[in-house]
């Protein structure tokens, strides 16, 4: 089975700190996604990656930025964090294959 | 991307078949519909994907009318685990984004 791993299931930040949400899949995917979900909002795309060193903004990208320098990882920075940045993370990835995978998730609170 | 409408929650009592709706009018010819669930705390779980014919598999039936214009979801003998939200997302081949809605709660009671 495909794996998708994020790194911590819960994270405790400050504002204004630099955070980094880490992502690896064990597939060799070549497409990687963040999203967040918030209650009343659902899922939303924050940034995807179709391959290595290549990133599109998703429909909310803005307070965040990303790396892929290897193609199992995919990292999420949160450059500046805000209490309005609490959320849900999600990572996933997708291969050839149909189905996206995704992760367990990263309950990221900002205080 | 094609919107989609499904009812907010449904229920089903264990061990009977769940039949799960939606409604995706504007799909283009070249997008597939995808299902995914969530259970709470969980990230979402791939179920099954089709495009103009049924389709089955472990965890469920799909159901596509002919038009295409909506479908169905079928899970032939639910149980409590699948007590999940059930999102069902029409996807082209060439776009790359899952764009989720707010689903369908169903929840299977004992």
């Known amino acids: 089975d495909v794996k998708v791993t994020q790194s911590s299931r819960y994270l405790v930040k400050r504002t204004g700190e630099k955070v980094f949400l880490e992502c690896v899949q064990d597939?060799?995917?070549?497409?990687m996604f963040w999203y967040r979900q918030d209650p009343g909002l659902g899922l939303r795309l924050i940034y995807f990656s179709y391959d290595v060193k290549m990133k599109e903004k998703g429909d909310i990208p803005e307070g965040y930025s990303v790396s892929r320098e290897k193609k199992e990882r995919f990292s999420l920075i949160l450059e500046s964090a805000s209490t309005n940045q609490t959320s849900m993370y999600l990572c996933a990835s997708r291969g050839r294959a149909y189905g996206y995978t995704f992760g367990s998730g990263t309950r990221l609170t900002v205080v | 991307d094609a919107k989609t409408t499904q009812p907010p929650s449904m229920d089903c009592a264990e061990g009977r078949a769940a039949n799960l709706p939606c409604n995706h009018s504007t799909i283009s010819g070249n997008e597939y519909v995808y299902w995914y669930r969530q259970i709470h705390s969980q990230g979402p779980q791939y179920i099954i994907h089709?495009?103009?014919n049924n389709e089955t598999n472990e965890m469920a039936s799909l159901i596509i009318t002919e038009d295409r214009k909506s479908s169905t979801l079928i899970l032939p003998h639910a149980t409590l685990r699948d007590t999940a939200v059930y999102y069902c997302?029409?996807?082209?081949?060439?776009?790359?984004?899952?764009?989720f809605g707010k689903g369908t709660l169903l929840t299977v009671n004992p």
């Open positions: 089709g495009l103009k």
């Open positions: 597939m060799d995917h070549e497409n």
């Open positions: 997302i029409p996807r082209g081949g060439s776009n790359y984004k899952l764009t």
